[in-house]
């Protein structure tokens, strides 16, 4: 048995640097290993997913296409898994910490933040995505690590009125943002809101447009 498992030790041992040496020589290669690695992800299936990767596949292959897998399809113990042997948090122009913020995934999005993804890429596009899906506990995560609620000409202030999401237009008035953008923009649920709570600025708006 000793044997045996020392034999197979060994065998990956020079799958592995074989599989390196043709990488290195050929940026484009693609193991089997690799093709089998989305695959894996796609079916949930974490135990075959780390022995591949275990066993030599490239966790990056296609732009990391494995974690992109992962979080699109809702694995997040093999999003975590990915992310905690390197896969790149910032993979497909921030899409891992985009569709967090836009799925309302906040466990997976702290994973993200703590691996150094930049929650803040494409001028606080993430806060403007969790703002008009009505995602308060992710606004409110963006914002206390420094997201900018004026992004864009005050974008997520907007496109929260806009969905009628009275909670996060609350909590973005509150961190500074002005309460006649969302009385412009907003639906019934957030005009009643603002006139019941913040009836001062509404009225010298209301004159204001006179």
Same mark, same amino acid.
């Given at each position: 048995?000793?044997?045996?498992?020392?034999?197979?030790?060994?065998?990956?041992?020079?799958?592995?640097?074989l599989?390196?040496s043709m990488?290195?020589?050929?940026p484009?290669?693609?193991?089997?290993?690799?093709?089998?690695?989305?695959?894996?992800?796609?079916?949930?299936?974490?135990?075959?997913?780390?022995?591949?990767?275990?066993?030599?596949?490239?966790?990056?292959?296609?732009?990391?296409?494995?974690?992109?897998?992962?979080?699109?399809?809702g694995?997040?113990?093999?999003?975590?898994?990915?992310?905690?042997?390197?896969?790149?948090?910032?993979?497909?122009?921030?899409?891992?910490?985009?569709?967090? %913020?836009?799925? =309302?995934? !906040? $466990?997976?999005? &702290?994973?993200l933040? @703590?691996?150094? *993804?930049? #929650? /803040? +890429?494409?001028?606080?596009?993430?806060?403007?995505?969790? %703002?008009?899906? =009505?995602? !308060? $506990?992710?606004? &409110?995560?963006?914002? @206390?690590?420094? *997201?900018? #609620? /004026? +992004?864009?000409?005050?974008?997520?202030?907007?496109?929260? %009125?806009?969905?009628?999401?009275? $909670?996060?237009?609350?909590?973005?008035?509150?961190?500074? *943002?002005?309460?006649?953008?969302?009385?412009?923009?907003?639906?019934?649920?957030?005009?009643?809101?603002?006139?019941?709570?913040?009836?001062?600025?509404?009225?010298?708006?209301?004159?204001?447009?006179?």
């Open positions: 048995m000793i044997r045996e498992k020392i034999v197979i030790k060994s065998t990956i041992q020079t799958w592995n640097y599989h390196s990488r290195a020589k050929d484009s290669f693609a193991s089997d290993l690799d093709r089998r690695l989305p695959i894996a992800v796609k079916k949930g299936n974490l135990s075959r997913a780390k022995e591949l990767i275990e066993h030599g596949a490239d966790l990056h292959v296609d732009d990391d296409e494995p974690l992109v897998l992962a979080i699109r399809h694995y997040l113990q093999i999003a975590d898994y990915l992310i905690s042997v390197g896969a790149n948090v910032e993979a497909h122009d921030h899409f891992p910490v985009l569709f967090c %913020a836009m799925e =309302g995934n !906040l $466990p997976t999005l &702290r994973t933040a @703590e691996y150094r *993804a930049d #929650i /803040h +890429a494409n001028s606080e596009q993430a806060l403007r995505k969790a %703002a008009s899906k =009505g995602h !308060l $506990p992710i606004v &409110r995560f963006l914002v @206390e690590r420094g *997201a900018y #609620i /004026h +992004a864009e000409n005050d974008e997520p202030i907007k496109v929260s %009125a806009e969905g009628d999401y009275v $909670p996060v237009v609350k909590y973005l008035i509150g961190h500074g *943002a002005d309460p006649s953008i969302p009385y412009l923009y907003g639906g019934e649920r957030v005009r009643s809101y603002l006139e019941m709570f913040h009836a001062g600025t509404i009225n010298a708006y209301r004159k204001m447009i006179r």
